[in-house]
């Protein structure tokens, strides 16, 4: 085993700015008393890696990852338990930790290096290498100060892995820089896997955990929710990350019923029911961006009535109106209904950007002017990044791009 | 429990990078630089003899100027180290947050930070001992023991401060007191003949007054003038107080350093 945690357990103490004070201190231990709250940020965590694996860490945030990591590298020390590791512990944590803004990027690098335990020899022998992954010839002269973000991460990047590690701790950073240089980090790890050396993982991309990681641990207010192949660790990550929001979307669906303000109609076809679920049929009220949704709508005519018209509209959560298609524009004429029956509306690859959402339905006469019955914005769902790249707007439209490099001649 | 000497030992690459780093940020953006390490001596120096020759008439055996200096590199070597220090934790913070590596490099390095100071401006007293004359002796052999005893004295003391201040904030500011009176509680600008009976012998307790007599008995002294203290007396005390700081001074730190962090 290349590391290996037993039990760990983190208590941190919230203070109140005011107890750091001297006469604080001095009065508190006078009395022996103790005025900070305490939360267990790991909670009896262990598990172990072996020599040339490379397993994922993963959990929302405030989840006691980043505790854990500082645990691994070091800097903090377990109140209880054990953790043992062996050989030299590389770690990026953060966006260039370490860095000292006022020395050069060459200067920070025998800073770091000698961090690491490296003599100067020794870094000024990797310093070309260094220079060359991180592409900062131009600036290593430059204060880091003036760096941008992802040359911050470039470098802290480039030094922990020319440090020739055992293990290497990688937290989120590949989040930042461009897409060549998150290639060529990517390109890098993989060596690292074929030289045979550790890598511990850490990041909310789980696409990416499961393409690095075999095995993976998910943590969850400080504990181990789960524990093995990085397959089951996701799915069971996921499942609960669904459920809890799904559970608490029905929390407001029923709210919504219960007030029932929003609903109106004569009631001679009553709208019984509006389901939402994915393509293979499951009740879901959350989709991924992309996903095809599947409403499902049940009513009850109480007398028969001659060609209906079936509703919907979705609305964004701030009150933007994005569509409302009903059955009369799309010729999709119904003869006549009485007693039970079911709509089914399949809105294919839904092109929603992630957001609330609110769905009204409603069945109208042939005319549109008389209601019978009309729920508006009753159903509530929400869409989630599931690999779109477009964040702005509501919709992603479908788009070609096209360019020239010569200038139009008018 | 104590200090471990072989992370000191393992890390002295990290020491020699955080001590170059500490000088590179003191004197980065200042225009005289690493002059300033002599212009802030010559000028208390200047302040001191004026005061001390001129206005008030101190009776010392050798150039008020040369005398002053010679207690005055040494203290300001040792205040500085310890201001430096105290705050060298928190500074560093965003370092000791997010990598791992001893901590006990920090301290020690604000300490050697200012030993290069103090090697820059012992310029200054030789240049004057030559212009009046004052020719290094024999015991000149002992000057790197001195140095030794004195930089070990100050390590034990930083570690004390620079571990606490991170807990008790206050101590920062209790420091700067703590060093005012301590500096005339040392003879650095009166000689130790100045006084007598119960005051004398409580001054004589005092570890720095051992270390800045030995700067100038092993620089200045042909032989120990007749009423200062003995060698040998001087020696004892420099070394029992080096002891007893450091041994303190690493206790404290390795039972503070892990919980950093946290405080930060």
Redesign the interface.
């Known amino acids: 085993m290349i590391l290996e945690c037993k039990e760990v357990s983190v208590q941190y103490r919230v203070y109140r700015e005011k107890e750091r004070l001297l006469r604080w201190t001095l009065l508190n231990l006078l009395r022996g008393r103790h005025h900070h709250e305490t939360f267990w940020a790991l909670d009896r965590v262990s598990f172990a890696v072996k020599p040339g694996e490379t397993f994922g860490i993963i959990g929302e945030n405030g989840s006691g990852k980043s505790t854990l990591l500082k645990i691994i590298a070091g800097i903090v020390k377990p109140d209880r338990g054990t953790i043992t590791t062996r050989g030299r512990v590389s770690a990026i944590l953060e966006l260039g930790a370490g860095f000292q803004p006022d020395l050069t990027g060459r200067e920070n690098v025998f800073l770091n290096g000698a961090i690491m335990g490296l003599s100067r020899a020794d870094i000024a022998r990797k310093l070309d290498d260094i220079i060359a992954f991180s592409e900062l010839d131009a600036f290593i002269d430059m204060p880091v100060k003036f760096y941008s973000s992802g040359m911050y991460m470039r470098l802290g990047f480039a030094i922990a892995v020319h440090v020739d590690p055992d293990l290497l701790v990688i937290d989120e950073v590949l989040a930042v820089g461009d897409e060549s240089f998150q290639h060529r980090c990517f390109e890098k790890i993989n060596e690292f896997k074929r030289k045979g050396k550790t890598i511990l993982f850490v990041s909310h991309d789980l696409g990416a955990v499961r393409k690095l990681c075999q095995r993976a641990v998910w943590l969850q207010r400080g504990k181990v929710a789960a524990l093995g192949s990085t397959e089951k660790v996701i799915d069971h990550y996921r499942g609960q990350i669904q459920e809890q929001q799904n559970k608490d979307l029905e929390v407001t669906h029923q709210a919504i019923l219960d007030e029932v303000k929003e609903r109106w109609g004569t009631r001679e076809v009553e709208l019984t029911s509006v389901a939402f679920t994915d393509d293979k049929g499951q009740e879901r009220y959350q989709f991924l961006t992309g996903e095809t949704v599947v409403v499902l709508i049940e009513y009850f005519a109480h007398i028969r009535v001659h060609q209906p018209v079936f509703g919907t509209a979705i609305y964004r959560s701030d009150g933007v109106h994005i569509n409302g298609p009903n059955t009369k524009t799309a010729n999709h004429l119904i003869a006549s209904i009485e007693g039970p029956g079911r709509l089914r509306q399949i809105m294919p690859h839904i092109q929603l950007l992630p957001g609330t959402y609110y769905f009204s339905a409603v069945v109208y006469d042939y005319s549109c002017k008389h209601p019978y019955d009309h729920h508006e914005r009753l159903y509530p769902f929400t869409i989630i990044e599931g690999g779109t790249r477009e964040h702005e707007g509501c919709v992603q439209l479908p788009v070609i791009w096209q360019h020239e490099d010569t200038p139009l001649q008018l | 429990m104590f200090l471990t000497f072989r992370d000191v030992w393992?890390?002295r690459?990290?020491i020699?990078?955080?001590t170059t780093?500490n000088l590179?940020?003191k004197y980065?953006s200042s225009i005289f630089g690493f002059l300033w390490s002599l212009i802030t001596p010559l000028l208390m120096m200047m302040v001191y003899t004026v005061v001390f020759s001129y206005i008030i008439r101190i009776q010392v055996d050798f150039p008020y100027v040369v005398f002053v200096l010679c207690g005055l590199l040494p203290w300001t070597f040792f205040a500085s180290s310890l201001s430096l220090a105290s705050n060298a934790i928190l500074e560093n913070a965003?370092?000791?947050?997010?990598?791992?590596?001893p901590r006990v490099t920090i301290p020690i390095a604000s300490v050697l930070s200012n030993l290069v100071n103090l090697g820059v401006s012992l310029i200054l007293l030789f240049g004057f001992m030559g212009y009046y004359d004052i020719l290094p002796n024999i015991h000149i052999t002992l000057f790197p023991l001195v140095i030794l005893v004195h930089l070990i004295f100050t390590i034990g003391l930083a570690l004390f401060f620079s571990s606490l201040t991170v807990?008790?904030?206050?101590?920062q500011h209790i420091l700067e007191i703590i060093l005012t009176i301590w500096f005339y509680s040392t003879p650095v600008i009166y000689p130790v003949s100045l006084l007598s009976g119960k005051l004398r012998a409580v001054l004589l307790l005092n570890p720095m007054t051992a270390i800045v007599e030995l700067y100038r008995s092993v620089l200045l002294y042909q032989t120990l003038p007749p009423d200062n203290p003995s060698w040998s007396s001087l020696w004892l005390t420099a070394w029992i107080w080096t002891i007893v700081f450091l041994v303190i001074g690493s206790y404290v730190f390795r039972r503070l350093e892990?919980r950093f962090?946290?405080e930060l």
């Open positions: 393992n890390y690459h990290l020699l990078t955080f780093r590179k940020l980065k965003n370092l000791i947050k997010k990598v791992f590596f807990f008790f904030r206050d101590l892990h962090v946290r």
